[in-house]
């Protein structure tokens, strides 16, 4: 018989049971370092106590509006202090915090604050004109709060009152919401939407809480670390960042525009230690610093994702000065969920052999319980032989809670017990998974699977290329066949054709797979840097 | 009207809601290292595969021994291989892992078999003499297991059965026990038990795997540290990182003897990163390389709890090329809470200021939601000014569930729904936290307090001392006067006598508070370093 430990006396209580929230983690800055400079915003800056705060302004000041517990508060900001005050002082009036990708059009804007019934809509002054057109579109308009930030460019003061002003209606020492059960939801990130109407992932401040935790552990930030902002906050709550500089009393640095003069001034002015951005950020500060010179003092550690990066960009960030960490992950994972965790056995390797290594989307992380590649029917793991291809699946606390009002969605997502990411991928025998494709992007031709990242790699490659995106393009006899968009480097335009380009691929691909067309110039990307292929498919034809 | 949230699928499910638990570090560390070396142990050593595949067979041993869902299984065994494999084999067997302190005696050992009724006794040969005496008070003996290690000095084989033969019965492939609930109980702490019988804190998964995190983070820990085992593992498991290195896929070295030669052979061999020890392990390591010259190559990094560490003891210890974090907890709250989080102002402070803020217990880990110093009846904050004496009490994930079969020392240990350390100490302007005494350590001297750690502080500063600990002596007139008691350095012993001692601390000490009696000579430790007062008490009248 094993021992008793069921009786009451053993069970949860307030002094050893409490719902987790990143707003403790806020709490603990201002304890800890108070005096400590907690966000930079060009002249503009805060210590950890001012912070706190203005968050606690803000949250009664929403709560002073009518927007508490459930309510939706959507911001439309750049990378500002308001940004970073928003993903505080919205959970902390017990509110959902939206935030709004500063790159959409005025009807998905228009279909976001309908489909959230939003309350509160918080705007930098920048993005007047785009939200005027959204908000004329709604039956029920929010109320608008308008910051006035003093690096905008341009915009007009639309809101019905202020943002300091609004936030200077809100008591400081107001009483905080806190979440009664740590799976309430935290915010609400729209999917990007590359077809139809953007989907809703609903957090909860459980997944937050350990992915800020998962982020701290393995971007290795500590209290002295100052990181810039070249990642959207916007962009799944900053992959948690916005949380995780207050859980360690680091440092946030701002930053409006993500233009290479502008980051590598902030690099030296504040000391950055940290930052994030898509493989198309590092390919910028490439450039950036191939035209001034310029190298780091001191390494930057940069967590990448959003898609592989290229062998030379991961070659050349690092020889600029940067640690580049590869990470892995999608909104309904509360941000990032897998990392290519580094073996310093790499170290030996040929510099090529090595960003391979490094150029996949790895294991899980520390939170995430459960990553496989699985026959999407049978959801068995595939063998790990780095061939057979299958979907990769997840399971862990820091899945979404599902899509707002959206059941179908959501358990189309979940079917089977695990998250559904639709990306297709590979197991190689040390266990590291390497993404071969979206289901959506793979092009079947002549009922052969075809990667279109295969592809890519292929051409990229050659020495002119910048960059390549393939896309199926429909085909009589075949179903389908691989059309590539390429962007060639600046001063290379004209110097190759599409018959040199085929005559590349033909050295290197399968016959099956080498493109029937070539498309010169730009390619379509979200704001967050992903190609989109849905508009390139759209112009193989008419191209 | 706010958003409707209660809809069936958005709430838990597999995919998103999975109870934590530290057994998935040690999956982790497997699919992620799985030919890193784990564990080094003189010249074994297994990687992540191997240490996995033992934990796993002792897993389904401990099932075929009927020792599975909230049995106990106690061990009693030095830093070594089997210890790490017990802290996951146990409990993927559902059970709970009670770690046996290596300094109890025969009566001590025989109450917390008996009380926790253990099925299974794992046993290391050096320990067999006082186990046998142990087991002989026992009416249900337990299976008991013993540990052939090749590294023992003595001892007998008094088990049933070897612990190679035993977990060769096991299945590798059998299936793991899953916590069904977080809040399951993991592992069982007795406490040292200063007075009266010993009371057996129960850990639970929710717990040890949040102050994990925790400790990863503040101790900076990532996949390319070695971390030495110089604190006990019996110690609360080990301050967490019994599992820790684990999540991050590290390398535990192990260590059976705490000697300074053995731990400075250590760290150059295996190039150990990490470690900690109580303050008395500081001391030794400064003894040890005094005596041999020895400096560290590169920095390691050591925690160290248990008592603040002394300004020289810091000082030379940091002069060796350690950097050292000064950490605060207890066995209720698994293990470590706090921190004295380092603030790089500090850098330019003189030595002795610096040492005087490190040696504060400082601040909340990160996964602690609230600590205080609270007045002890109406558990408000005492004010911060450094100098109001009140009771540390915490609030956080990381509190046990209660102590095993004592439903009245649980309630009292979280009366008013905090825990209550029973340690005195002040709160800082800066917020930081200091310890004063334990509030039975306290003396009453004429109605006024007087800390003995206060009293200690002074003491320690005269060149002669290596170490001093003052007690409360009965007095008819004051109720209660200091009695200290003073270890001196070598060749310092007969060099100093009590009048001089009085001198000293007249100079520094207010009247009411010098001591009335010196006393030379050793002064009992706990294994872990703490100074057994009551056993100072007691001699405080006869010496």
Redesign the interface.
């Known amino acids: 018989m094993?021992?008793?430990?069921s009786?009451d006396?053993?069970?949860?209580?307030?002094?050893?049971?409490?719902p987790?929230t990143p707003i403790?983690?806020l709490r603990?800055a201002v304890?800890?370092?108070?005096d400590?400079t907690a966000v930079i915003h060009g002249d503009v800056s805060f210590t950890w106590r001012e912070h706190d705060r203005r968050c606690r302004m803000l949250a009664s000041a929403l709560k002073g509006a009518g927007a508490?517990?459930?309510?939706?508060v959507a911001i439309l900001c750049p990378n500002t202090p308001a940004m970073l005050e928003a993903h505080f002082g919205v959970p902390m009036a017990g509110a959902?915090l939206n935030t709004l990708n500063t790159r959409l059009d005025a009807a998905a804007i228009a279909f976001i604050l309908e489909h959230?019934?939003t309350k509160v809509l918080i705007l930098d002054r920048q993005w007047s004109g785009v939200a005027s057109a959204a908000l004329a579109k709604l039956k029920n308009r929010p109320l608008v709060v308008h910051i006035d930030d003093p690096y905008a460019e341009g915009g007009e003061l639309i809101g019905d009152l202020d943002y300091e002003t609004f936030i200077g209606r809100g008591d400081p020492d107001g009483e905080v919401t806190w979440p009664s059960d740590e799976?309430?939801?935290i915010t609400l990130n729209y999917t990007s939407g590359t077809t139809g109407n953007p989907k809703g992932a609903?957090y909860?401040h459980?997944?937050c809480y350990?992915n800020t935790?998962?982020q701290?552990?393995h971007h290795?930030l500590?209290?002295?670390s100052v990181y810039l902002w070249t990642l959207p906050m916007f962009h799944v709550n900053g992959w948690c960042f916005s949380w995780g500089m207050a859980?360690?009393?680091g440092t946030h640095v701002c930053l409006r525009r993500v233009l290479p003069a502008e980051i590598f001034a902030s690099i030296s002015k504040h000391d950055v230690t940290h930052m994030c951005g898509a493989p198309t950020v590092l390919g910028m500060l490439i450039e950036g610093a191939a035209k001034t010179g310029i190298k780091l003092q001191t390494p930057v550690a940069i967590m990448t994702a959003g898609a592989a990066p290229p062998a030379p960009i991961l070659k050349a960030t690092e020889e600029l000065g940067f640690t580049v960490r590869h990470v892995y992950g999608m909104t309904e994972m509360h941000g990032v969920a897998a990392l290519c965790?580094?073996?310093?056995e790499w170290r030996s390797l040929s510099a090529e052999e090595r960003s391979k290594r490094m150029a996949r989307q790895g294991?899980?992380n520390?939170?995430t319980?459960d990553m496989i590649v699985g026959d999407p029917v049978t959801l068995d793991p595939v063998p790990h032989d780095g061939a057979t291809i299958g979907e990769i699946l997840?399971?862990?606390?820091?899945?979404?809670?599902?899509y707002?009002?959206n059941?179908t969605a959501?358990?189309e997502a979940?079917a089977g017990?695990?998250?559904r990411t639709g990306d297709l991928a590979v197991t190689h025998p040390?266990?590291y998974i390497e993404i071969k494709d979206r289901s959506k992007d793979i092009i079947i031709s002549g009922g052969e699977n075809i990667s279109s990242i295969e592809i890519e790699e292929v051409v990229f490659q050659h020495p002119s290329v910048s960059y390549a995106a393939a896309v199926a393009m429909k085909d009589e006899r075949w179903g389908e066949t691989p059309c590539v968009f390429v962007e060639l480097k600046e001063g290379h335009d004209g110097r190759v054709s599409a018959d040199e380009m085929l005559e590349f691929c033909r050295a290197r691909l399968a016959k099956f797979k080498l493109p029937r067309k070539f498309v010169f110039g730009p390619i379509e990307r979200t704001s967050t840097g992903k190609v989109q292929k849905f508009k390139l498919r759209d112009r193989a034809h008419s191209a």
Chains 1, 2 share one sequence.
């Open positions: 094993a021992i008793d430990l009786a006396f053993l069970q949860r209580r307030p002094a050893n049971f409490r987790m403790q983690f603990r304890d800890v370092f108070p400590r508490g517990e459930g309510d939706v959902i959230s019934e799976f309430d939801a609903l909860h459980r997944g350990l935790l998962s701290i552990v290795e500590n209290s002295n859980a360690i009393g965790d580094w073996h310093r294991v899980r520390v939170v319980d997840f399971r862990g606390n820091n899945g979404m809670k599902g707002l009002k059941p959501t358990d979940f017990g695990w998250y040390d266990g």
